[in-house]
C-alpha cells in the first residue's frame, strides 16, 4: 500500500500523517490520516483531512481514528473536512447523526462529506491496533538509534547549521548520531543539508537527550534541505529515541520520531512530514507528507565514505529495510 493513503485497515507508521499514542489536547490540524490512541481533551476548535482535493480519497476512508474518550469544549468544533471517523467502544459510547453533525454521546464532530459515505462508526478492534501500533513505533524509533555512520557530522558556521553527509550503505541511507541541533536556532539560523556528491535517498538523524527543547525557529528552505533527497520530507526522520519533552518552532522538514515524548508549546509549528509522539498539546499543522519506507535494492554489509568504499559494517542496516512494513 503506498504510504498515507487510508484504507480499511490502517496499522502502520507509514499509513499515518499524525500518531498520538497518548493524550490529544492541542490545536494541531492534520493532513492526512490520523490516530489518537488516548484520550482527546482539546477545547481549541480542530480541522483534520484539511486537503479536501487530495487525490484518491472518498468519503468511505478512514481519516481520523479515536480509541479512548472524546471530549471537548464549548468553542472546541472538532472538522473532517475529507473521509469518515472511527471510534473505540469503551462502556456507554453511542453514537448519533444530524446531517453533517454527528455526536458521540453529547459531544459533537463535523464530517464534511456526509453526503459522500462519510460516517462516525465504533471499532472494536481499535485498541488492540493502537496496542500492535505503541510497539511498533517504539521498536522502530530503537532500532534506527542501533544505526551509526561516525562520518556524519553536524557544524555550525555563521548562519548555517550544516548536516555534512560523508557516509551512506549501499542504498544511500545517511545517518546521522547527534546532540538536539535545535538548540543553535536563533530565527536567522538555516539547516543545510550537504550530500557532497552522495546520491542520498533517505536522512536518519538520531538526537540524543531527554529533552529536546527549541525556543526559536530554524529557517527552512527546500533548496538547501528538503530538495537534497528523492523524496524530500518523506525521506528524513528526526528520531528522537529518548526525548521525554519536545518543544518546536517554526516549520519542522521530515518525520518527528518520538514515542515516548509529551509534544509541548504554544506558539505554531509546521511539520511537514510525520509526527509521532506519546502526547500533543502544541499549536501548529501537519503536512501530507508521511515517512516513505526506506529504498532496499540490496542488503548492505558496510558503509560508504569519501575515501573509501567500504568501512565498518551498520548495526543491523537490513532492519532498515522492513521496518515501516
Excluded at 85 to 114: A, E
Excluded at 192 to 200: E, G, I, M, P, R
Aim: charged share 15%; with cysteine.
Amino acid at each position: 500500500m503506498c504510504p498515507c493513503v487510508p484504507s480499511s485497515n490502517l496499522q502502520s507508521m507509514s499509513d499515518y500523517n499524525l500518531i498520538v499514542l497518548g493524550k490529544y489536547s492541542g490545536n494541531c490540524g492534520v493532513q492526512g490520516p490520523s490516530i489518537i490512541c488516548g484520550a482527546y481533551t482539546s477545547n481549541s476548535g480542530v480541522v483534520f483531512g484539511i486537503n479536501s482535493g487530495r487525490s484518491g480519497v472518498t468519503g468511505k476512508d478512514v481519516m481520523l481514528e479515536i480509541n479512548k474518550d472524546y471530549s471537548i469544549g464549548s468553542n472546541g468544533d472538532v472538522e473532517v473536512k475529507i473521509g469518515s471517523v472511527r471510534f473505540g467502544v469503551p462502556p456507554n459510547r453511542t453514537i448519533t447523526s444530524t446531517g453533517t453533525s454527528w455526536w458521540i454521546n453529547s459531544k459533537k464532530i463535523i464530517l464534511k462529506q456526509t453526503s459522500q459515505n462519510a460516517t462516525a462508526s465504533a471499532d472494536a478492534s481499535l485498541d488492540g491496533r493502537c496496542t500492535n501500533l505503541n510497539n511498533m513505533v517504539s521498536d522502530v524509533s530503537k532500532e534506527l538509534v542501533q544505526l551509526s555512520m561516525s562520518a556524519n557530522r553536524v557544524t555550525t558556521a555563521g548562519d548555517k547549521i550544516n548536516f555534512n553527509v560523508n557516509a551512506t550503505d549501499c542504498n544511500g541511507v545517511a545517518v546521522f548520531h547527534i546532540n538536539s541541533p535545535f538548540g543553535s536556532c536563533d530565527g536567522t539560523k538555516k539547516f543545510y543539508l550537504n550530500t557532497n556528491k552522495f546520491n542520498v535517498t533517505l536522512v536518519i538523524i538520531n538526537i540524543n537527550g531527554t529533552s529536546v527543547n527549541q525556543t526559536k525557529s530554524c529557517s527552512y528552505d527546500a533548496a538547501v534541505w528538503g530538495n537534497k533527497v528523492p523524496n524530500k520530507c518523506r525521506g528524513i526522520i528526526w528520531n528522537m529515541y529518548n526525548a521525554n519533552t519536545v518543544q518546536l518552532r517554526g516549520t519542522i522538514c521530515g518525520t518527528v520520531l518520538a514515542p515516548q515524548a509529551k509534544a509541548t508549546g504554544t506558539d505554531g509549528v509546521n511539520v511537514i512530514g510525520g509526527l509521532v509522539v506519546n502526547e500533543l498539546s502544541w499549536k501548529g499543522t501537519v503536512d501530507d507528507q508521511c515517512v516513505l519506507p526506506s529504498p532496499c535494492a540490496e542488503i548492505c554489509a558496510s558503509n560508504r565514505t569519501s575515501t573509501t568504499t567500504t568501512a565498518a559494517p551498520i548495526v543491523k542496516v537490513a532492519d532498515i529495510c522492513k521496518i515501516y512494513l
